[in-house]
């Protein structure tokens, strides 16, 4: 970003922000310097130079990757509103004008992909717009319409929710932003509690860190906020209870490749593998050795043998993968995702389900 173009965002957030300066505690300097450490400034990050060949960002990725699309996005360049008319300029970060125009401020309501507009969301409305994924429930079945649940489709292929997911986790049910089996009931919002139940009261906006050392206050007796558990039962049916809920979910997560490997072998009839740097992300596993090397790591490479039951269970797994923070932002829709994308390869593969619990 250019001095000139910090300089104009910094004039439109001063105008645009309506609590008065002197009665903050933060100077505007400390601001930017608490922005230019956090990842919106980062214009190296391949979030904003994925484009920079192509010379614009289209329309459909512009809302969340340059300012001048967000800007379109919330209609602060004349547009209407909700919507992207113009490709984004490449290379613009997330600006102070991003989430300071009067149009961000104003912002309270935002749509989801499954088609829903949650309203109330306050300074958080523009965190949720930009971190709530782009694919649901309604996606995948939509996809997979019609079809036999173990037959191949060469049709398909993997949907991936995006990156950053973590308003799509926190909202759970009420967007349905994880693959949600027919049939079942899963955890709604998150709510918490509300000193720590939104996007702002845990994120500092600039920095976007966590301010760790209120959660101690109310969880006493751990270190670290990662072994915070309030849930006593042991859902990836490891055996172990003692650490945070965090590991919990890190267990079933693994319990779930492992089961999407067998069912992959056994019922699609091609081994697959994963690959959390390389996108589509799931991969013929060509050399049967369990894991997914660089030279299988390529696009033509690309797992093609997905069954709905398989895409449905390695879209959840994706969902948790992507949002690092699944385990502060929504526990129980994490472990009801996971869970029941192992139970339903268990269905038809020799998928050990013992000792798991859902939430
Ligand atoms: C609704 C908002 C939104 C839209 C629309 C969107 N993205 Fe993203 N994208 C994000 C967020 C948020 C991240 C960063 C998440 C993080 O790092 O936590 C991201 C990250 C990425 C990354 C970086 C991934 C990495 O490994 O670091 C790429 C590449 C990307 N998006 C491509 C696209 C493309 C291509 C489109 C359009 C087809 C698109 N995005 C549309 C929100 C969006
Ligand atoms: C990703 C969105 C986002 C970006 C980018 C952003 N801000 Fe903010 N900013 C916020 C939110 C959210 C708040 C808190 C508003 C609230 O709690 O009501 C805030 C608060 C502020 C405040 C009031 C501080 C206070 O203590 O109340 C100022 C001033 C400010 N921002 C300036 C800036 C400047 C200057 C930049 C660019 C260097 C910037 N912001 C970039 C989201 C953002
Ligand atoms: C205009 C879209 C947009 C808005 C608004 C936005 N973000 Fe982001 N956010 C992104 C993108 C894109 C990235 C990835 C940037 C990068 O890789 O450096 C990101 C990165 C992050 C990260 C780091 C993720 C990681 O992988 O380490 C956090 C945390 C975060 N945002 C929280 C927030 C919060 C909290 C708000 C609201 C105050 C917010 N974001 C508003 C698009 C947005
Ligand atoms: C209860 C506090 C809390 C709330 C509410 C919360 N977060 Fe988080 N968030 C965290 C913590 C803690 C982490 C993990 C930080 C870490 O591992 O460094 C995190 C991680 C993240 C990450 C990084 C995930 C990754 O993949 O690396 C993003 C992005 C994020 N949060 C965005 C949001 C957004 C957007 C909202 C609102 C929809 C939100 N958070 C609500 C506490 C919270
Ligand atoms: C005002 C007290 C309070 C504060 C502050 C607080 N929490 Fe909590 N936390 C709770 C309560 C109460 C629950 C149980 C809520 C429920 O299950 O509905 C909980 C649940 C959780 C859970 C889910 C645990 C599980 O086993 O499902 C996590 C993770 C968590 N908090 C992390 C945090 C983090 C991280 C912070 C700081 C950013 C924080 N909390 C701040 C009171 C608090």
Known sequence: MSTASILRSLVVAVLATTTPLAAQDLSLTEITEAWLMGPHSDYRAPSFTHWNEDGEVPTACAACHSETGMLDWLGADDSPPLTVEHPG?????????????????????????????????????????????RASTDRVLSATEGMDLDTVVPELGFINVHYGVAA??????????????????????????????????????????????????????????????????????????????????AGLHARLYEAILTYAREVAGTPIGYAPDSFPYFFADSDGDGAIGPGEAIFPNRYANWTPRLLMAAYNYQVVANDQGAWVHNPAYALQLLHDSVV???????????GLVRP
């Open 89 to 133: 300029t490449i290379n613009t970060v997330i600006g102070c004008a991003s989430c300071h125009v009067s149009e961000a401020e104003a912002l309270e309501a935002v749509p989801f992909p499954a088609g829903m507009t949650l309203g109330g969301l306050g300074a958080s409305a523009t965190c949720t717009m930009c971190h709530q994924g």
């Open 344 to 354: 339903s390869l268990a269905d038809r593969a020799q998928v050990d389900t013992e």
């Open 168 to 249: 799509a986790v926190m909202h759970g049910a009420d967007v349905r932003g994880g693959f949600q089996y027919p049939g079942l009931g899963y955890a709604s919002r998150f709510a918490h509690v509300p000193s720590a139940g939104t996007c702002v009261a845990c994120h500092e906006p600039h920095t976007t860190e966590v301010e760790t050392e209120g959660c101690i206050a109310c969880h006493q007796g751990v270190s670290d906020v990662t072994s915070i558990r309030t849930r006593h039962q042991d859902f990836d049916g490891d055996g172990a209870t003692s650490g945070g809920i965090r590991d919990e979910i």
